[in-house]
């Protein structure tokens, strides 16, 4: 396969390119490392660690489906499923965050490493299908084993993430910028290319001598991991867990926010995650209409720019500059 | 003995309710290559606009009903020209607007009509004794609506020309071209026929369930069962599959628990595409 | 060499950042406070909800008309839970974080109350339960004193105190005065059930009856045709149906067009005024418990009763009762103690012997915090023609008399 090393991804790119590319993501990470110093309300904090939490979804789904084109309808089965293994761990052997926080996040790459062993072989829809169903039977079995899982109420009672709001968002901007910069230099590596030419024309690919199911399977199972830690994350930072998060509603939710942003970008779900995330909490106000305003901005946010808002953005940058010079 | 009769009913009550569902969704693929995930909207659709003339504007009963035919067909088609025509050559996209625009639909419905079921009036008052299971009249007009619209369904696809051209179309899109086949007119039809057939089976079913925002949500998902199992493209193997399942779950319904006939389309996609991915009738080629 | 510098300016930015601590919202001075803030939780789309916040609003208006508590005014938040714990923890959070209220009260879901308890601690107020049933959240309170005191509930739990008198109501006048043995329990699998029904089917197996049939439900299921063909399959001569959080408008037109047998015990849904209409009447002869009725449980309750009337234009749903008692308990004692601190409305409210609508005599277990045992009473309301609700057991606050579904020959 080859491993995503910097120097072949310099010999690519330029090094310039690298360096500015470390800047702005390191400059990203200053910014949400110095928020808490202007931001103080516990409201806000909890409000910036949502977003922490739906960046990691929505980056991970990503590297699958923005970059092979095979659509992944059942990203909740890993957040869920982590979520309510995490909380599980807590409750009955007393595993603390550091513990289920990892155990979740194996966890899911183990299944799946499972799930797509037998299903990323299946391209186009019946991989949608597939992946929604797998969600959509842990869903059904977390409310059927009411005793286990708490039914409709999940587990509440965690423990909490760490001991104060602060320390929260702290540790899941740490987790979340870990997670975007790895899958975003994942993305520019080699793999990253692999899996690109994988979306443009599988069979091509295959042609060429890539073993395209074994890299689906690879981007599938660092995705769900990432997932699967977030869910555990986001778990003991409610103290709760709930069916919610294996909910097909989560799957559309974060696949929302990844192609709005701007799909096979890793940045763009960045971005759709955090302005959905704020958009939502700003349009409380709105009461009824909130949801409703909501959605329609998706559908024409995808009507009008397919690509992406980081596209948008990209490309206005790209007019302004040759406005400049011309 | 009395159990085989309920599970015969109550299956062929479902089967014939999910063929209606279907035939529509595969029709779509069949012809358009799209996976139109709004298509359970259009069933909401039909379910809400029958509440509305016939519960709130006290409009008589069958013509409440074509009415909400009517309009679920033309918001077919609305969609078909304005959303999913610029997007018809990505089949994710298509996926993704479709899905975006379903739970648009969702929420103008929660706008409109609030997040409590909506009572409907039966069509027909009154009701059968089939063994231990009380068919209402309703129950069994939405069985035979179901077959009937089937059956016209088929016959105007074989017979008459615009329904040839349709078929024409999916079997092979350049020779129908060549022939002069207006792709466009084609498509539009067929996404107005199938949201007909969408809302037909919300306007019958709304009286027995209840009309909810999330409705769309459970006959999309049924469909896509079908769909899979049947084979994508295949109508007879929608109606095929479609009965199946109601079969299926009716009996697991009742020999095991209320809480388990939702998993058994789940686990029948997972094992078609795993065992025969081209479904039970679908054809060979992908 | 740039990297460890960004590194450790990192380290410090964080050491730097953990120093600064945000403020807290409870366990204000009273005598600064303009305002007393009374936060309400609950569905806002839900009958049961609007119960809660609708009797919030009257019990407020009442209090501030008569003077307030020593002048000062109350001032009301309502915090929308949807009825789902997750969404239950952000309008908490939002009531104490960003509306900074002094005391909660309400919440309809014994989940989401189980989900916003752990909080109480980390946030150091006062919340009254006026509509969770779950025996859990005083058990809590029993178990981990000092961590959940914070916690008290005024409303009837499910587990112990609705479970038993469901088992008298099925015992003594379904089995005793109509003459039936054999019972269906058709429930949801929610968390205030999970005990409920399996001590109830006990309970009637030791009183001689039959369990002819027994199934809990999913909370998502929509058909119930195949359940009550089996229900009539097995000869039930009564259904108890235990269901509060699913879909109560298919299952009871399910129920109707069946014919199968009476069904009476607890429809939370049934309880409100408007599921006559919702039904299109198919709720005819159901009979569901309820914790309000416009009978005279005190003095006060028909005069609450008809105001509320009137100035919501909707029969009282089961929360309201429990709501409208919770604020002024809430205010009584803040009044008593001229106080907002947590501890003071604590051992206050341990303390309270109180007159409300619903009981004479309303109090608290010093131990769990859960209403007194007997300071309750639990009408059953039946469904009848025209769609009136009438009383029909106990006998002494009966206003009519049990008439089974017309289709009922036995």
């Not at chain 3, 009273?30 to 009958?47: E, H, M, N, W």
Request: aromatic share 10%; proline share 4%; glycine share 10%.
């Amino acid at each position: 396969m080859g491993s995503p090393c910097l120097q072949e991804v310099e010999l690519f790119f330029g090094r310039g390119v690298i360096i500015r590319r470390l800047a702005s993501l390191g400059g990203f990470g200053l910014l949400v490392m110095l928020a808490p110093l202007v931001l103080d309300e516990i409201y806000h904090l909890e409000l910036l660690f949502l977003c922490h939490y739906y960046v990691m979804l929505a980056c991970s789904w990503d590297l699958l489906t923005g970059f092979t084109g095979n659509v992944n309808f059942g990203h909740a089965f890993f957040i869920g499923g982590a979520g309510f293994a995490g909380a599980l761990l807590n409750k009955h052997l007393g595993f603390g965050p550091w513990l289920t926080l990892p155990a979740g996040a194996v966890l899911a790459a183990f299944c799946g490493l499972i799930v797509g062993s037998f299903t990323l072989r299946l391209r186009g829809p019946y991989f949608a299908a597939v992946t929604f169903c797998f969600a959509a039977l842990l869903y059904k079995w977390i409310m059927i084993r009411h005793e286990i899982f708490g039914g409709e109420e999940g587990l509440s009672g965690l423990d909490w993430l760490t001991p104060s709001p602060l320390g929260n968002y702290y540790l899941s901007a740490l987790l979340m910028l870990g997670s975007v910069a790895g899958l975003y230099f994942l993305s520019r590596s080699s793999f990253g290319l692999a899996l690109r030419s994988i979306g443009q024309n599988e069979s091509t690919s295959q042609g060429s001598g890539i073993d395209t199911t074994r890299y689906k399977i690879i981007a599938f199972v660092i995705s769900a991991s990432i997932a699967g830690l977030a869910g555990a994350m986001y778990g003991h930072a409610q103290m709760h867990v709930g069916p919610e998060m294996a909910h097909d509603s989560l799957s559309s939710l974060v696949l929302m926010m990844a192609v709005v942003g701007g799909m096979g970008s890793i940045i763009g779900p960045v971005i759709g995650a955090y302005l959905l995330t704020l958009v939502n909490e700003s349009l409380r106000f709105m009461g009824e209409l909130r949801l409703l305003i909501y959605s329609a901005a998706v559908v024409v946010v995808i009507l009008f720019a397919p690509k992406g808002l980081l596209d948008l953005f990209l490309r206005a940058g790209e007019r302004l500059r040759g406005l400049r010079q011309g | 003995m009395s159990t085989l009769l309920d599970i015969l009913v109550l299956g062929t009550l479902w089967g014939s309710l999910y063929t209606l569902i279907s035939v529509g969704f595969t029709l779509i693929f069949g012809v358009a290559g799209i996976i139109n995930l709004a298509h359970g909207a259009f069933y909401m659709l039909g379910a809400y606009l029958g509440y509305t003339f016939m519960s709130l504007l006290g409009i008589h009963v069958v013509l409440s009903a074509a009415m909400a035919i009517v309009g679920t067909s033309l918001a077919g088609a609305v969609v078909e020209r304005l959303f999913i025509k610029p997007m018809r050559q990505n089949h994710a996209y298509v996926l993704l607007i479709t899905l975006a625009l379903a739970l648009l639909f969702q929420e103008i419905m929660y706008v409109f009509f609030g997040p409590h079921g909506k009572a409907v009036q039966d069509f027909l008052t009154g009701e059968l004794l089939l063994g231990n299971v009380r068919v209402t009249y309703q129950k069994l007009l939405t069985m035979v609506v179901s077959w009937i619209s089937v059956a016209a369904l088929w016959v105007f696809i074989k017979t008459t020309r615009t329904g040839k051209s349709i078929s024409a179309v999916a079997q092979n899109l350049d020779a129908a071209v060549l022939v002069g086949i207006q792709p466009e007119k084609v498509y539009l039809l067929t996404m107005g026929i199938s949201a007909a057939l969408a809302g037909t089976a919300g306007v019958l079913i709304a009286p027995i369930l209840e009309a909810v925002p999330g409705m769309w949500a459970f006959p999309l998902f049924k469909a896509f069962a079908v769909v899979i199992i049947g084979g994508l493209g295949s109508l007879e193997g929608a109606i095929l599959s479609a009965m199946l399942l109601g079969y299926a779950e009716t009996l697991v319904s009742r020999l095991v628990s209320a809480n388990y006939p939702d998993m058994v389309y789940l686990v029948a996609i997972i094992l078609i595409l795993v065992l025969r991915p081209r479904g039970l009738m679908g054809r060979r080629a992908q | 060499m740039k990297r460890k510098g960004f590194l450790t300016v990192l380290g410090m930015v964080f050491l730097l950042a953990l120093s600064t601590q945000p403020s807290q919202a409870a366990n204000r001075d009273f005598d600064k406070a303009k305002t007393i803030r009374i936060g309400s939780l609950g569905p806002v789309q839900l009958p049961q909800g609007q119960g809660i916040h609708n009797a919030a609003k009257m019990a407020v208006e009442e209090i501030n008309e008569a003077g307030g508590i020593h002048g000062k005014k109350l001032e009301l938040f309502v915090g929308d839970t949807e009825g789902k714990p997750e969404k239950g923890i952000t309008a908490m959070k939002k009531l104490v974080l960003e509306d900074k209220v002094d005391v909660l009260i309400g919440c309809y879901s014994s989940g989401v109350a189980l989900a916003i308890q752990p909080y109480l601690p980390q946030y150091q107020i006062v919340y009254m339960a006026t509509g969770t049933a779950s025996i859990d959240l005083t058990n809590n309170v029993k178990k981990e004193y000092e961590k959940y005191k914070y916690f008290f509930r005024n409303m009837i739990n499910s587990d112990i105190r609705q479970q038993k008198w469901a088992a008298k109501f099925l015992v003594e006048f379904v089995h005793k005065k109509l003459g039936y043995k054999k019972i269906a329990i058709l429930a949801e699998n929610a968390k205030w059930v999970h005990q409920y029904a399996p001590a109830l089917k006990k309970d009637l197996e030791d009183a001689g009856l039959e369990v002819v049939f027994y199934e809990m439900f999913d909370v998502d299921v929509k058909d119930f045709s195949p359940t009550f063909a089996a229900i009539r399959g097995k000869g039930a001569q009564w259904i108890a149906q235990i269901v509060s959080h699913a879909a109560s408008i298919p299952l009871v037109k399910a129920w109707q067009d069946s014919q199968s047998a009476p069904m009476g015990l607890c429809d939370v849904q049934g309880m409100d005024s408007k599921f006559w209409e919702m039904t299109g009447g198919k709720c005819l002869g159901e009979i569901t418990y309820n914790f309000i009725a416009r009978a005279p449980l005190t003095e006060k309750t028909i005069p609450m009763w008809d105001k509320y009337v009137k100035l919501f234009g909707t029969n009282p749903v089961y929360t309201t009762g429990f709501t409208y008692d919770g604020v002024y308990m809430l205010a009584e004692v803040i009044r008593q103690k001229k106080s907002l601190k947590s501890k003071d409305i604590i051992d206050g409210l341990e303390k309270i012997s109180y007159k409300g609508v619903l009981h004479p005599e309303i109090g608290f277990d010093k131990e769990s915090h859960d209403l007194l045992e007997g300071r309750y009473v639990m009408p059953m309301v039946q469904w009848q023609e025209g769609g009136k609700q009438v009383v029909v057991w106990p006998e002494q606050f009966k206003t009519g008399d049990f008439t089974p579904p017309p289709w009922w020959k036995k």
